[in-house]
């Protein structure tokens, strides 16, 4: 009975890793090849200055068991640099890692990026899980060198960057996001009412890399209440556009504040702990209308949204997470719809 709900929660998994990436992506740049490794564990090793001249080359991707460390398990770092041209400056761009046994923290500049599954003592795999995470503009450094560190770790049997397309990936998808919100979000557990307006300090929360699950981004087994921020700019010229939010879909519940008002909902909140007729609609895609009065053009805008997660992932776990015009949006329904 164990291995059979073992092998359903897998193929949950499958399901909704596969569905969040079904992207349009191009290659850029190849990053498959030799990269620098060291076996343990040290926090060092993320930053883009460490001296990494001693380390080891092993070919990625592949087993670090066929690499000259066989039957090694626990902690190792992989460590590459590489340069970005100018010309993907205007580009929407992705890591691609293809996939890691069993789990990784992964790291752009010294940034954390993004990562699957859990580090011990609270041990979760993701070896089937395909890594792709999306790239911030604001830490990327284009006509220099650049600096990509993966921690992993290892339970048992192969382990490491294993298999599949590795590089830098350019998006060319069917909804043309005019702002792209994916990357960074700040974020917190608990409710607090307060956490919707503007001038909220949020300066102390946690930052997480959006869309992903909460889960894996350290909040492991965490079910309830936890709020998203995020401050962006909209020009001039695009907030004359009739404008929609989009979130991806939502494990489970949400509210979504602009500017410290309510533009939309999905779902009904627990009105307390113990109320079990909650609805959550994990499997609909959020897509809120801005009213046009709320937006300041030129000047900083804020998106708050608040989560309930009744159990399982929780939080914005995939999707399109980004601004877009009506047209625009009007389109990609169309071909939704198709």
């Given amino acids: 009975m164990q291995k059979r709900l ?49 380390w080891e080359l092993i070919r990625v991707p ?26 993907l400056r205007d580009r929407v761009l992705y890591l691609k890692l293809g996939r890691i046994d069993d789990v990784d923290r ?20 993701a070896y089937d899980v395909k890594r792709i995470y999306r790239l911030d503009p604001e830490i990327l450094k284009f006509g220099e060198e650049n600096v990509v560190a993966v921690q992993v770790f290892d339970y048992h049997l192969g382990g490491g960057i294993a298999e599949g397309k590795v590089g830098i990936f350019s998006r060319h998808d069917v909804l043309a996001l ?22 909220w300090d949020d300066t102390g929360w946690a930052t997480i890399s959006v869309p992903n699950s909460w889960e894996n981004e350290g909040f492991e087994n965490y079910d309830g209440f936890a709020w998203y921020r995020k401050t962006l700019r909209i020009g001039s010229g695009l907030a004359r556009s009739k404008l929609i939010l989009m979130l991806g879909y939502i494990d489970d519940i949400d509210e979504v504040y602009f500017n410290g008002v309510l533009i939309g909902h999905t779902g009904r909140f627990p009105s307390h702990k113990d109320d ?28 708050a949204v608040r989560v309930y997660d009744r159990g399982g992932l929780g939080g914005i776990v995939r999707g399109y997470v980004g601004i877009t ?14």
């Fill in 6 to 54: 073992l092998y359903i929660a897998m193929l949950f998994l499958m399901l909704i890793f596969g569905r969040t990436w079904a992207m349009n992506l191009r290659l850029e740049i190849d990053l498959a090849g030799e990269w620098l490794f060291e076996i343990g564990d040290n926090p060092a090793y993320l930053s883009p200055d460490f001296e990494d001249g001693d």
């Fill in 178 to 199: 005019d702002i792209d919100l994916g990357g960074q979000w700040k974020f917190s557990t608990g409710d607090d009412p307060m956490w919707a307006r503007p001038d």
């Fill in 106 to 125: 992964t790291y752009f500049n010294g940034h954390f990026i993004g990562g699957q599954g859990s580090f011990p003592p609270k041990y979760q795999t």
């Fill in 276 to 303: 079990w007729m909650i609805r959550g609609f994990n499997d609909l895609e959020r897509a809120y209308f801005i009213p046009p009065h709320l937006i300041r053009s030129g000047g900083e805008n804020v998106i």
């Fill in 62 to 87: 592949n087993f670090w068991e066929n690499e000259g460390f066989p039957g090694y398990d626990g902690y190792a770092w992989y460590r590459l640099r590489f340069f970005l041209p100018l010309q």
């Fill in 325 to 338: 015009t009506r047209d625009n949006y009007l389109r990609y329904m169309k071909n939704k719809r198709e």
